[in-house]
Every structure is written in structure tokens, then in C-alpha cells.
């Protein structure tokens, strides 16, 4: 029917991926270049910092100067920096950009059941898939290290991952393409992590939010308004509240016809300057508390400012005239089995911002909750987890050829993972020494 199209066959394409392993070996992966570094993290960690509001610069640098792990989650910049500078495969994914096991929780479907899946996307951006699992290696060695595990019970965990990850995207490669689409990752709910994260995202209601962040209004009745609680929740009010209600207006235009309808029954009542996470800490992050059939039934919306993913600049086919909501908004439905319903983007003056829901239903894993045995069960999880989110964005059969059936490219990645956390905890102390000389200046 298509005489000029040639439609490589799934073992053409497997042959492919084979083919990559003369570009970048597997045993390859397991190899960190920091000598080739051009700058040092200092300087790139000062340079991510440009544009963002200066009094919230420092505690960002203290939230990372707290622990090695607390360090990683705000040094992304430094990492992609690190990646750039290693062979690549060349598989194309979508990738999360910050895989790591504080960014794999719950949330609540569309459908109102919660789902347990990766949940940060501010970095998302197509590069190639490995990137994304060497993250996630270096994360799981770090949190384990906070969780006072052996390096050798680390270095099992990230093996597990990865060959979890490796068997999943073999099975994707066999699959039809549909399925794979909508595959759902089961027995989510016996991994201990797991099941302290879902109890914890059935208490995140919309209800549980207002309790915690608004405050009756004296004298007004049932009124609510945003607590007062510097530096990390403020109100808004005036001009800077006007253009924050403004922004919804194109943000609407972005949702699905029946999303706008259901938004419509909502009226905003307060804005707040909220500060989240650590890597973002920083930057503009606005809370839209709206009322819809009553007070009883609060929405609370989050627009959170996104500038260029950290991978842009060492990507030659990244589009950085792209909106970095909209980069956002789509990198996560490219992932995500189910996303936020209220996902959408929007601008601010010249910044961009993407839109969702804040802590509906959401609940992530804490450190503590990876003693033991929970480490090596909660990355596997993480494997497969990744694994679907390549595999509905990539070619399985590429990714699934590249990786084999042996354990080399596991074994590679729990090489990477140590050496990387290694070079994170000196560049930790690196932050830390920078910050007591600053002090004495």
C-alpha cells in the first residue's frame, strides 16, 4: 500500500540495537570520566541559579549541603554536565531527567484510584535511555548509603533494578504495541516502600491540604486564607496575585474541553508563594486555592515555574524555543500511564510555567523506608517503572537488543552507581568547605 516506507521488522530493529554496542560497549557503562570535566560543580550549580529569586538561592544551597543525597537532588545541572561527557548509545527515549527514589511515588488517576509511578518531570527532555538508568543507579547507591546499607547490598539493589528493567523491556519487545501502552506495573502494593507511600498518598485529600495550608479567616465565617509560614509558604496579594490569576486564563486553553468545564465550577480564592522540593527551591512556585460546591470541596493548583531542562544545552536536537511547560506537561503524558487531569502550562511575563494539581492524593518514599530489605525491593520497582516509561516513548526492540540477555549492562550500571555516589559525597564536601569559607569572607 506504501511502496516508498520501509517498515523495519522487530528483529531488524533488535539488530539495530545490537549494532549500538560497537558504538558504546555495555561493560562501557560502568565507566566515570570526571578528569574530562571543563567546569567545576561550583560553577555550574552557580550558573543554574541565574534568574531564580536570590533570597531563596541560599536555602536552597543549605537544603544540599544537608546530606549527599540531599546534595544530588538540587545537582542535576552537574550530573548532565558528567553524562554529556561519556559515550553514548544513541536510543532515544523520553527520559524523566531526574530519575531518582524520592521521584517515584502516588498520586491519584483520573479516575480517582491512586497509581504509583516516576513523578518529576521539570528535567524531562528525549536523550539517550541510559541516562535516565545511571541516575537512578546513582540515586539508589546514595539512599542506600543514608540508609546505612553495605555497599555490596547497594551494588545487588541496582543490579536487580537494571535487570528488572532489561527483562521488562524484553517482554515490551514482544508485546503489541497497544499493551504496551497501557501495561499497568502490579504487586506494587506488597513492596513495603510502597505501601508506606500509598497509605500516605490516602491521606493527601484536597481536605487534608486546606487543613494544612489555610487558616480561617477571622470574623468572615467559613472563609479560608493561605497561612503565613517564610520562607516556605507566603501569601500573595495585589499586582503580583492579579498576574498569577491572569496566567489561567491561556492555561484553560491548554486543557481538554471537558478539563475547562470542570474548571469552570471553581472560583479562586487566595494565592500563595510556596517553596517545593530541592532542586527547584528557587524558583517561582504559585498555590491557587479555588472553591468549588462549597467548602467542602477545595482544588488546589500548582504553577510552577520551568526554565530549560539541564540536559538542553548538550543535546544538539533539544529545541530550547520549546515552552518548558509544555516540555514538561508532555514529557510526563509521554511517560505516564495515567497523568494529572489538570495538567497544563502557562506564562507569567516572559517565564514559563506548567500547571497541576499540588499534593492530590501524593506520597513518596522517605529514606528511612529503605532499611533492610527495602532497598533492593523498591528498585526493582524503580526498574520496571522506568522501563514502561521508556517503552512507551522509545523502541522497545532498540532498547531490549542493546541490553542483551546477560547481566553486563546491569553489573556496569552498579559500577556507575557507586562511583558516582563516591564522587558526589567530595563534591558534597566540596559545597560544604565553599559555604564555610563564604561564611568567614
Known sequence: MFPDMHWATPQERTKLGQARRKQVSRQAQGVLNIKARTHSPLVLLERSMKGRVAPLVQLKYELMAESPFGYFRGAVPVMAADLALLPSTGIVSQLCGDAHVRNVGAYAAPDGRLVFDINDFDETIRGPFEWDL?????????????????????????????????????????????????????????????????????????????????????????????????????????????????????????????????????RPVDVAFKVVGTGSVGL????????????????????????????????????????????????????QVQSDPFLGWTHIGVRQYLVRQLNDHKGSIELEDLAGG???????????????????????????GYLGSGDGFAEACARFGLL??????????????????????
Open 134 to 266: 545511571k541516575r537512578m543507579a546513582a540515586s539508589i547507591s546514595l539512599a542506600g548509603r543514608g540508609a546505612g546499607l553495605k555497599d555490596s547490598s547497594i551494588r545487588r539493589a541496582v543490579e536487580l533494578c537494571m535487570e528488572r528493567y532489561a527483562a521488562q523491556m524484553r517482554a515490551f519487545a514482544k508485546m503489541p504495541h497497544l499493551e504496551v501502552g497501557r501495561f499497568m506495573v502490579h504487586r506494587l502494593g506488597q513492596v513495603e516502600p510502597v505501601h508506606a507511600a500509598l497509605l500516605k498518598a490516602e491521606r493527601a485529600t484536597p481536605q487534608h491540604t486546606l487543613e494544612q495550608l489555610t487558616e480561617p479567616v477571622s470574623g468572615k465565617g467559613g472563609d479560608r486564607r493561605f497561612k503565613e509560614a517564610r520562607p516556605m509558604l507566603r501569601r500573595v496579594t495585589g499586582a503580583e496575585a492579579a498576574s498569577v490569576l491572569a496566567s489561567l486564563h491561556p492555561y484553560k486553553q491548554t486543557l481538554e474541553p471537558q478539563r475547562q468545564h470542570l474548571l469552570s465550577f471553581y
Open 284 to 335: 517561582r512556585d504559585y498555590c491557587v486555592y479555588f472553591e468549588g460546591n462549597g467548602p467542602n470541596d477545595p482544588l488546589f493548583l500548582q504553577i510552577k515555574e520551568e526554565p530549560d531542562s539541564a540536559y538542553t544545552a548538550y543535546l544538539p536536537d533539544a529545541h530550547p524555543d520549546t515552552h518548558n511547560g509544555k516540555r514538561t506537561a508532555d514529557g510526563q503524558r509521554a511517560m
Open 374 to 400: 527495602g532497598l533492593t525491593a523498591f528498585a526493582e520497582v524503580c526498574g520496571e517503572l522506568l522501563a514502561r516509561g521508556h517503552g512507551r516513548s522509545s523502541d522497545p526492540a532498540l532498547i531490549a
Open 420 to 441: 558516582y555516589a563516591d564522587q558526589t559525597e567530595k563534591d558534597w564536601q566540596d559545597l560544604r568547605r565553599s559555604r564555610k569559607a563564604g561564611a568567614k569572607a
